[in-house]
């Protein structure tokens, strides 16, 4: 079994129910099928060999996940490449992978450089039918359907991710079959999705949001692809199309329920708001279970280890407990905490988070020596700081270089992100450490304020102290009116500490 059998299945369950759908279009499954085959079939004709390289490029539209599935159903490999990231950037990575074709947006063509390398164009452009754009591809192919390749899951590649790195280029992330498997078996384990879910894809597919397709797919259920994440958009998607499930990023959590009209409106379906790809403070944890109650759940994972790690349902993270962790252990995965020499450490104890299981990469693309260096004795090394408790439950502590040494206390910049935002003009903000000749680092913090607060840097480290202590509490607060983002919404602490860290003292 592969990952893109879920779409089959999902066929067999509910072939006439809806199995994507956009703003303006709607495909039953027995049309998403067909369309998938068709391009599928297009693709192993220019690419007759399996494990191929094909590069997707694109906004969320309904041709660009097509795009996507048929790179699964072809036996080839996707290369994910995101169009919100610097053209320098994508075309240096697209140097280092060499796609045998790209299948992008016409939209996304600024985004790369990729010479004289086959393109189809993915998402409408106004010539939807051209013989090399996916839509062109589904009327001349339609009713062929592509050979199924005999595939290792442990070995062959599904997917070519980027992540970024500490310094220089973002390295590529091999995930085997194995991976694709192990979330899609995960994710419907855990947060029980049936027939009736409804996803809606707010956040990038090229991303986050396409880990709940091939499960919603395996049940039968409807995916939606939202073109934007404007709160206003994702709210309507809640109140008015019954959507039942959506990834989100806090950032997008923070702007949907900062909403002016977010009390008056009404979500009776939505069971299943996952959150990951970054912590949530506790005090936000609660602001949002307000909003959306019995709904809110996270999950915890990265690229070299896919998404699902560990995972919280609603029930367990509305336990007082829970607040601030980030789950246990999922069925087909092992977490542990590990010492600098090696050693698994015993409960409550901080050290190095590492897991081992279906959902590891297989290496870095072209990068023996970082490959080699990801693992030790069969662990995955993740790089993050964290407690497991004598119940299971995962508590990171940052990224390990993330931690802030002031006066020889480690300071963790979360603890102080939770502190800071139980301020009532607190929106958002990010702890760093700058250099500092007496304490080796002080402890900064750029913050974010609500629409209208009038705090000002001195109230926010009064409240600190009070809350934290003097070592823990900013030696200087900065104040902005946004923070810097990645191109998938998550806030570059590494950005801010490089903007707003104040010279050596």
């Known amino acids: 079994m592969l990952p893109i059998d879920t779409l089959y299945r999902g066929r067999q369950i509910n072939p006439d129910g809806i199995a994507l759908e956009d703003d303006t279009t709607q495909l039953t499954y027995r049309e998403l099928v067909a369309r998938v085959e068709a391009v599928a079939a297009a693709l192993q004709e220019r690419l007759p060999a399996p494990q191929a390289k094909v590069g997707a490029c694109g906004f969320n539209n309904l041709q660009h996940v097509i795009g996507i599935l048929a790179t699964h159903l072809a036996g080839h490999i ?3 490449v995101n169009p919100r990231s610097g053209k320098a950037e994508n075309t240096a990575l697209m140097d280092l992978v060499e796609p045998d074709l790209m299948i992008a947006d016409d939209a996304a063509r600024d985004a790369f450089d990729i010479g004289d390398t086959p393109f189809i164009v993915s998402g409408p452009d106004g010539r939807s039918h051209a013989d090399d754009t996916v839509d062109g591809l589904i009327d001349a192919y339609r009713g062929k359907r592509p050979e199924r390749h005999l595939l290792d899951p442990n070995t062959d590649a599904q997917a070519i991710k980027f992540t970024g790195g500490s310094t220089g280029l973002p390295k590529a992330v091999i995930q085997p079959y194995r991976t694709g498997t192990t979330l899609i078996g995960t994710v419907l384990s855990v947060f029980g999705l049936n027939t009736n879910d409804i996803q809606v894809a707010a956040a990038p597919v090229s991303h986050a949001a396409f880990i709940l397709m091939l499960p919603i797919f395996a049940v039968g259920g409807r995916n939606i692809v939202l073109p934007t994440p404007d709160p206003d958009r994702i709210l309507h998607a809640f109140e008015k199309r019954e959507v039942s499930t959506i990834f989100m990023p806090p950032t997008m959590i923070y702007k949907t329920i900062a909403d002016p009209d977010i009390e008056r409106r009404t979500f009776p379906n939505l069971r299943h708001l996952i959150y990951g790809a970054a912590p949530m403070p506790p005090e936000k944890v609660r602001e949002a279970q307000q909003v959306f109650p019995r709904a809110l759940e996270t999950l915890y994972g990265q690229t070299e280890a896919s998404s699902v790690c560990t995972t919280m349902t609603a029930a367990e993270l509305e336990m007082d407990a829970n607040n601030g962790s980030v789950g246990r252990a999922t069925p087909l995965m092992r977490v ?9 450490l015993p409960p409550g104890e901080t050290g190095e988070v590492v897991v081992r299981g279906g959902l590891t990469m297989t290496g870095y693309y072209k990068n023996p020596a970082a490959t080699e260096a990801a693992f030790r004795d069969g662990w995955l090394l993740t790089g993050d700081g964290g407690l497991i408790d004598e119940r299971g439950y995962l508590f990171l502590k940052d990224r390990l270089r993330d931690v802030i040494i002031s006066g020889g206390f480690n300071v963790y910049p979360t603890d102080v992100e939770g502190a800071l935002v139980r301020h009532p003009d607190v929106y958002e903000c990010v702890v760093f450490g700058a250099d500092d000749d007496h304490w080796g680092e002080r402890v900064e913090a750029a913050v974010q304020l609500r ?4 705090a000002s840097a001195d ?11 003097s070592v823990k509490a900013p030696k200087s607060v900065h104040l902005v009116d946004d923070l810097p983002r990645s191109a998938v919404g998550k806030v570059l602490r590494r950005e801010v500490k490089e903007r707003y860290s104040s010279p050596t003292e």
């Open 459 to 469: 109230d926010i480290i009064a409240h600190a102290k009070e809350q934290l202590g």
């Open 451 to 454: 629409e209208g607060a009038t």
């Open 78 to 80: 996707w290369v994910a």
């Open 336 to 344: 542990e905490i590990m010492d600098p020499e090696g050693n698994i």
